[in-house]
Nanobody, 123 residues
Framework: QLQASGGGLVQPGGSLRLSCAASGFTLEYYYAIGWFRQAPGKEREWVSCISSSGASTYYADSVKGRFTISRDNAKNTVYLQMNSLKPEDTAVHYC?????????????????WGQGTLVTVSR
């Protein structure tokens, strides 16, 4: 299973680091990881993803330059560092694992999902 954590309340311009920890299976070499988010009243949207090797990373235009995805294979964990947060980043953030070398922006491709962690950006 996947466990997403690290959400919380932060002021605009602040930072948070989300974690996605896997248990029961090994992420390294086998699973690409994606981050998605869903704001109230909106559809789920893709945010970022990282290939199974970690060599390739991709970002939605809305977060490019502010978010960084990375993986720590020793900890079987993927991170999403979020800087310069904006109120429009407020959403439940989900991580997902796809048994594939390359990552996808399509949510139905993913095999496992974390439970979501809420990020609220507000004064």
């Amino acid at each position: 299973q996947l466990q997403a954590s690290g959400g919380g309340l932060v002021q605009p311009g602040g930072s948070l680091r989300l974690s996605c920890a896997a248990s029961g299976f090994t992420l390294e070499y086998y699973y690409a990881i994606g981050w998605f988010r869903q704001a109230p009243g909106k559809e789920r949207e893709w945010v970022s993803c990282i290939s199974s090797s970690g060599a390739s990373t991709y970002y939605a235009d809305s977060v490019k330059g502010r978010f960084t995805i990375s993986r720590d294979n020793a900890k079987n964990t993927v991170y999403l560092q979020m800087n310069s947060l904006k109120p429009e980043d407020t959403a439940v953030h989900y991580c997902a694992a796809d048994y594939s070398a390359e990552c996808s922006r399509t949510d139905f491709i993913y095999d496992y999902w974390g439970q979501g962690t809420l990020v609220t950006v507000s004064r």
